[in-house]
């Protein structure tokens, strides 16, 4: 046990380390307001990405279900994330309308709600793919 810890908490120190070496190169390439406008959007993502299916993926997880049970349950989470990310977009969208925000573009939100789709449908398939 001791061993597996160490070797997460080796991989996670590189990849923090990585991130930290690519600082200067990402901010000669790209503009302050480009990486402000990426960390603000990779930001409200992480908030909200608990919410893609309401957390009914750990249901998935700890499911001692039968298997047409537990398909019915991923069925239910892909479409709990289809519907949040819809509503996401519909919230977006009439924002846009009645608030134009000056720190991110149209575009880069309206791509918000398909990343934010995505990164749903994987944590579904990722607590589905390591059920108990």
């Not at 924002?95 to 918000?112: G, L, R, V, Y």
Request: aromatic fraction near 14%.
């Amino acid at each position: 046990m001791t061993r597996d810890l160490i070797v997460i908490l080796r991989g996670n120190f590189i990849a923090q380390i990585i991130a930290i070496l690519t600082i200067p190169l990402l901010s000669r390439l790209f503009s302050e307001n480009e990486i402000g406008s990426y960390q603000l959007c990779l930001s409200t993502l992480v908030c909200l990405l608990p919410a893609a299916a309401l957390r009914l993926e750990y249901a998935l997880i700890v499911s001692r279900a039968k298997e047409s049970e537990v398909w019915k349950i991923f069925q239910a989470c892909v479409g709990l994330n289809l519907l949040v990310a819809l509503t996401l977009f519909v919230l977006i969208l009439l924002a846009f309308i009645f608030f134009p925000p000056k720190a991110i573009s149209f575009w880069t939100a309206i791509w918000f709600p398909v990343v934010f789709t995505f990164f749903g449908l994987q944590q579904t398939a990722h607590a589905f793919s390591v059920r108990l």
